[in-house]
């Protein structure tokens, strides 16, 4: 990860969490940032001292198909989400580009 490597950090796996699946019913406007703000909370509360994850990943949709093309990208990176590697291009075969998001500063704050 990028942000890691500057930092001299030469590791080759890290261990993270991932958003496997996410939808909210659009009629419902706010769903999925309380969902991912839950699910963020919890994660750096609640798991993170138990079981050692300093990540969260997921796998932004890209649909290409549509006009314009749907990038569920934006919506991560209002919350710091960063793309894994910021040069990758989105193949039909697999329509997404994996983001993280440090946990850092959350776990920090929660165990204070
Ligand atoms: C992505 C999804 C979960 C977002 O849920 P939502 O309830 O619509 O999101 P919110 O209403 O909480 O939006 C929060 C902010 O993100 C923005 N946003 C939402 N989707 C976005 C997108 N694709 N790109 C950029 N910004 C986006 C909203 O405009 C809003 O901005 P604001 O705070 O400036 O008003 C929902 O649109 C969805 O289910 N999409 C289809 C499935 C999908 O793409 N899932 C993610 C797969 S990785």
Known sequence: MQLLEEEGVRY??????????????TRAKGTGSILVEWALEYVAIELASAVGIRFMTVDAL??????????????????GFQFV??????????PYRTM????????????E
Do not use: C, H, M, Q
């Open 85 to 94: 590697n910021s040069d990758e291009t989105v193949s039909r075969t697999a």
């Open 12 to 25: 080759r796996t890290f261990p993270a969490i991932k958003i496997g699946l996410l939808a909210a019913d």
């Open 62 to 79: 890209y649909d290409p198909d549509e006009e314009p093309p749907y990038d569920a990208s934006g919506f991560y990176k209002k919350f």
């Open 100 to 111: 993280y998001f440090d946990l850092k500063p959350l776990i920090d704050l929660s165990i």
